[in-house]
């Protein structure tokens, strides 16, 4: 059997809450909400495709990247290239969420890498509410949780069971939570569990 290809985004999803990237990646479901809409309206500039060079710096926006190493398939916002360096650089709307933008912009940099027969010790992620660039060092350990995570979204893939909800803080910004109704089903899950221990004991 063909393995499943995994989409650089969904790396993002997986490390903001797993539950969420099977929602997204494996039973199809998508809700806007105020994060999404803004940051697909910040990305129109990034998603027109129109390449730049400004102060030696080539920009190249909306570069299609896959690596046949681990599966993976997605865009990156831009790609620099200085003095025959090249690093991807991701664009969020808003700001800093754990380490979710670090692990897509270092999966986009191991795809250059595979791709282009090069080597790339940093990326950058552009962060618009503060208006920053971040520097992501690419680290042996990053790189190691990046590819972790891809094998464990195939595995979410080729099983498709569905994580149970965490129902924490981070649901209060998730786009899912009309579908995913986390407080309703983690407590079924418990309610579930506990039933299940009556029953063993
Ligand atoms: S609402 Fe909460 S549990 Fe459900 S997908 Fe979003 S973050 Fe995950």
Redesign the pocket.
Known sequence: MTEPVVLISALEHFV??E??CA?IHCDGVWIDNAHTVRGARAHRRVDSGKHRRERGVLTLRSIPLWSEKLGLSGRADTVEILDGAVYPVEHKSGTRHGRAADFQVCAQAMCLEEMLHTSIPAAFVWYGGPRRRQQVPLTAELRADVEAAVTAIRAQMVLGELPA????E??EE?Q??PH?L?HVTSTANDLARRVAAQLTA
């Open positions: 903001y809450c539950r969420q929602l909800a965490p129902a924490d981070r649901c998730c899912l939570e995913c986390p």
